[in-house]
């Protein structure tokens, strides 16, 4: 089973930042937290992981709690492109498998 | 990174028939997937497609349905077999590579997808 829970759906205006929440309160302490999304009609698409602290690429921000029972995608100015399904992923350590949740349906209209 | 390719992008099949999906990778790589993904829903992990074995299964998903093959480090193909109605899904054919620029940890990429109607 997943071992995240999501929001079902978010909305977002273009041009404003995305927050994206994810709970994942029986995170192992080696194992990290994987964003992926999917574009409709695509395949699933990385964008960040971390383990314990927060990270920064040319996609998005990822800001993980200190207890790292939860995390938050940030899209800083999301673009109509940015729809898409945005699974939170924490890669289990005993089987080294990403099991898929149901992840956040994220709209963002202009 | 890994560029995935897989064949047919989409197809409509009669019950009873089998379909093979085929998934070609630009580079070698160990650890490749197939995964299902039913009609508005998330994706289900269905196989580990192992070189040079037998594939290994997730619960809930057997070899006389789904039988793979997985002959050499760039290929695998999964089989669809006696459709029914209940198959038409979305299969993803998935790798990971471990990549020490990205905090050494491995990265998984995905194909496009095979769009499957059984009618």
């Known amino acids: 089973d997943a071992k995240t829970t999501q929001p079902t759906s978010m909305d977002c205006a273009e041009g404003r930042a995305a927050n994206l929440p994810c709970n994942h309160s029986t995170i192992s302490g080696n194992e990290y937290v994987y964003w992926y999304r999917q574009i409709h009609s695509q395949g699933p698409q990385y964008i960040i992981h971390g383990l314990k602290n927060n990270e920064t690429n040319e996609m998005a921000s990822l800001i993980i709690t200190e207890d790292r029972k939860s995390s938050t995608l940030i899209l800083p100015h999301a673009t109509l492109r940015d729809t898409a399904v945005y699974y939170c992923i924490v890669r289990d350590s005993n089987t080294d498998k990403l099991i898929f949740g149901t992840g956040t349906r994220l709209q963002v209209f202009p | 990174s890994a560029v995935i390719s897989q064949k047919p992008s989409r197809d409509i099949c009669q019950r009873g028939t089998s379909l093979t999906i085929q998934c070609q990778v630009d580079s070698q790589v160990t650890m490749m997937f197939w995964y299902r993904q039913q009609p508005g829903q998330s994706l289900t992990l269905i196989a580990t497609?192992?070189?040079?074995?037998?594939?290994?299964?997730e619960s809930g998903f057997v070899i006389d349905k789904f039988p793979i093959s997985r002959p050499n480090l760039t290929f695998s193909t999964l089989t669809v077999s006696n459709m029914s109605p209940e198959d038409s899904s979305i299969y993803l054919c998935?790798?990971?590579?471990?990549?020490?620029?990205?905090?050494?940890?491995?990265?998984?990429?995905f194909g496009q997808g095979t769009r499957l109607t059984v009618v």
């Open positions: 497609a192992n070189q040079g074995s037998e594939a290994t299964y």
């Open positions: 998935s790798v990971e590579i471990y990549n020490p620029d990205r905090g050494s940890v491995t990265e998984a990429f």
